[in-house]
C-alpha cells in the first residue's frame, strides 16, 4: 500500500507538492570570503520545510566535487561555483528565471 501525502492528498508517488515548491523559490547564489580568504558559494532563499536541503546539497557536493554544508537554511558549498550553479539547480527542476547569481 502506498503512502498518501500530508500537503496535497495524493500517494506519495504522483505528489506534486515539491514540483510547485520549486517553482515558488527565490534562489539567490553569491560568493562569500570567510576566514582565512577562503571562498565559499552561499545559495539561499530555498524553503526548508518545502524542500529537503540536506539532500539538495548531497547532489551539488557531488555534482561540484566539493564540500559543503546547510547552516540556518543556507547551502555553503566550499569553492566558487556561481557559473555552475544555475544550470545545475535548473537541471534539478527549479525554473531559471527564479534564480539570481552575483
Given amino acids: 500500500m502506498s503512502d498518501i ?8 508517488e504522483l505528489c506534486v507538492c515539491e514540483i510547485i515548491a520549486k517553482e515558488s ?3 539567490r547564489a553569491q560568493l562569500v570570503k570567510k576566514k582565512f580568504g ?6 539561499s532563499g530555498i524553503d526548508s520545510k518545502e524542500i ?3 539532500e539538495l546539497t ?4 557531488a555534482k561540484f566535487a566539493c564540500g ?4 540556518g537554511g543556507i547551502i555553503e558549498l566550499q569553492g566558487d561555483h556561481r ?3 544555475k544550470s545545475t539547480l535548473i537541471g534539478l527542476g527549479f525554473p531559471g528565471d527564479t534564480i539570481d547569481v552575483e
Wanted: hydrophobic letters at 25%.
Fill in 58 to 61: 548531497k547532489k551539488l557536493k
Fill in 83 to 85: 557559473t555552475k550553479v
Fill in 52 to 54: 529537503d536541503l540536506k
Fill in 68 to 71: 559543503g554544508t546547510v547552516k
Fill in 5 to 12: 501525502c500530508t500537503m496535497c492528498g495524493l500517494p506519495k
Fill in 25 to 27: 523559490q527565490r534562489i
Fill in 38 to 43: 577562503k571562498q565559499y558559494t552561499s545559495i
